[in-house]
């Protein structure tokens, strides 16, 4: 699971979680964003706190782990390199999860080399309860039919209201978060100031 992960909430454990138990997966990645090429410079927290609040918020839970791959590699993050990394460093039968939310996976296919990444792994986006994927597939004008691995699924998860904006700006107005992000992540928000000032970008 990538994402800019500013900061990681319980939306994104919670649909891990069930994604992990549903499809029988070994481990989950948690992979906090480079400089993505869609958000403007400036707009997103640096790295290192990002990629900390990742690793005390996935530490709970023995089959997630939070990677640097995307921040150590620096320069622009195109998820593609990413899934030819992991390629090489997992043996060759590997099945490669690409777990999104609805939003992400639908933007996903203007994304550069959308068609390779879709031949490389197995797609799995959260929906909300109620949400029409039969729409959101034909919005991106590909069935499972065209790949016959049937390359995407859709999971309805429950805390799918939860988002890193609403939440940044609930810290900017003094409301509260807890119960949104685990509670380490929380402390970490407070320790550091972060999301104090306007949302720059
Ligand atoms: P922002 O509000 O800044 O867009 P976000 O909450 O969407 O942040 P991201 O880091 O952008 O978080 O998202 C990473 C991935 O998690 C994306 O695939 C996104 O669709 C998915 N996601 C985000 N929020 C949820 C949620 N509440 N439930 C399930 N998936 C989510
Ligand atoms: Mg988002």
């Known amino acids: 699971m990538g994402g800019t992960f500013d900061p990681i909430h319980y939306g994104h454990l919670v649909t891990a979680e069930a994604v992990r138990h549903e499809f029988a997966i ?33 530490e709970s839970n023995e089959h997630f782990y939070a990677s640097r791959m995307e921040i150590d590699r620096g320069g622009f993050t195109y998820t593609i390199d990413t899934i030819r990394a992991l390629q090489k460093i ?27 990444l879709l031949g490389a792994c197995t797609f799995v986006a959260a929906t909300r309860p109620g949400y029409q994927k039969e729409e959101l597939i034909r919005r991106i004008g590909v069935t499972n039919q065209d790949h016959p691995r049937r390359r995407f699924h859709f999971l309805e998860v429950p805390a799918l209201a939860i988002s890193s904006s609403d939440i940044r700006e609930r810290v900017r107005n003094g409301r509260p978060i807890k119960y949104l992000v685990p509670e380490a992540v929380e402390n970490f928000i407070k320790k550091h100031r972060l999301y104090r000032e306007e949302e720059k970008g």
């Open 26 to 58: 070994d481990q989950v990645l948690f992979i906090p964003t480079g400089q993505p090429p869609h958000k403007a410079l400036g707009a997103v927290s640096d790295a290192e706190s990002r990629y900390l609040m990742t690793l005390l918020a996935t």
């Open 90 to 116: 997992y043996s060759p039968g590997t099945e490669i999860f690409f777990i999104t939310g609805a939003d992400a996976f639908y933007q996903m296919f203007g994304w550069h080399n959308a068609e390779e």
